[in-house]
């Protein structure tokens, strides 16, 4: 069984800063990519960044130049880290990786996902 445990979530300023981090655990095999989307109220969930094992990223026009995105592939960790935040970057922000159990296999799992809120 594989989880997803986001962590760093938490309400800050306008200008502020937060960083998340989300942890993949249980018996996987490969990890191909991990990313972070994010969902406001009333709104689709959107993708924020993503990152593939070889380190390649893809930011949201709206984060670019603010929030970067980087990985542990020995740790299956994967860290978002979001300055100049602003009040429309509120939102739930949800991990995900694109990963194989076994060989053969690979699903995209999700994080239960942590509440950012930017607000003063």
């Known amino acids: 069984q594989v989880q997803l445990v986001e962590s760093g979530g938490g309400l800050v300023q306008p200008g502020g800063s937060l960083r998340l981090s989300c942890a993949a655990s249980?018996?996987?095999?490969?990890?191909?990519?991990m990313g972070w989307y994010r969902q406001a109220p009333g709104k689709q969930r959107e993708l924020v960044a993503a990152i593939t094992n070889g380190g390649s990223t893809n930011y949201a026009d709206s984060v670019k130049g603010r929030f970067t995105i980087s990985r542990d592939n020995a740790k299956n960790t994967v860290y978002l880290q979001m300055n100049s935040l602003k009040p429309e970057d509120t939102a739930v922000y949800y991990c995900n990786a694109d990963l194989s159990v076994r060989p053969g296999h690979r699903y995209t799992y999700w994080g239960q996902g942590t509440q950012v809120t930017v607000s003063s």
């Open positions: 249980g018996n996987i095999f490969s990890i191909y990519a």
